[in-house]
């Protein structure tokens, strides 16, 4: 088993949340063949540790000529899910415009996702400021907060 092996070995089986970070960085140093798909499954898995998969897309940036078309895939893949974290879904962003010339799925990816960000955050800030205001409309009905 090489080097490349042990570390994709750790990150799934063994490693902690922290060490995969670790892990993604030190295969970046690597030109093995196998580095990028593996920092494609650790980007396009979105029960992946959130920190190791923002570490492979920044990753990704760098203009990795030979795999071009599976990068296009997993970010337009990533951009498309709503459910992604805002970080995760920052990262990919910027990753993608890296590659938006490529193709023409990225490309409609990466329109959509500028067109739904500013949206999504606002909504997540109205639904935070319904519940502060539900919250504070509890409080007061208990007779305030004894501190």
Do not use: W
Request: with cysteine.
């Amino acid at each position: 088993m090489d080097t490349i092996e042990k570390q994709i070995d750790e990150f799934r089986y063994e490693a902690a949340d922290g060490a995969k970070v670790r892990i993604v960085e030190d295969m970046a140093v690597n030109d093995d063949e196998r580095v990028v798909p593996f920092l494609l499954e650790v980007l396009a898995d979105p029960g992946e540790f959130e920190l190791a998969r923002v570490e492979a897309a920044k990753l990704l940036m760098s203009g990795l000529e030979a795999h071009r078309p599976a990068i296009c895939e997993a970010l337009a893949e990533v951009l498309r899910r709503s459910q992604e974290s805002e970080a995760v879904r920052c990262h990919a962003l910027e990753a993608a415009e890296a590659y938006g010339e490529e193709s023409a799925e990225l490309r409609a990816a990466i329109e959509q996702a500028r067109r739904d960000g500013p949206r999504a955050e606002e909504a997540a800030r109205s639904e935070a400021s319904d519940d502060a205001e539900m919250a504070m409309g509890f409080l007061e009905e208990l007779g305030g907060l004894d501190v």
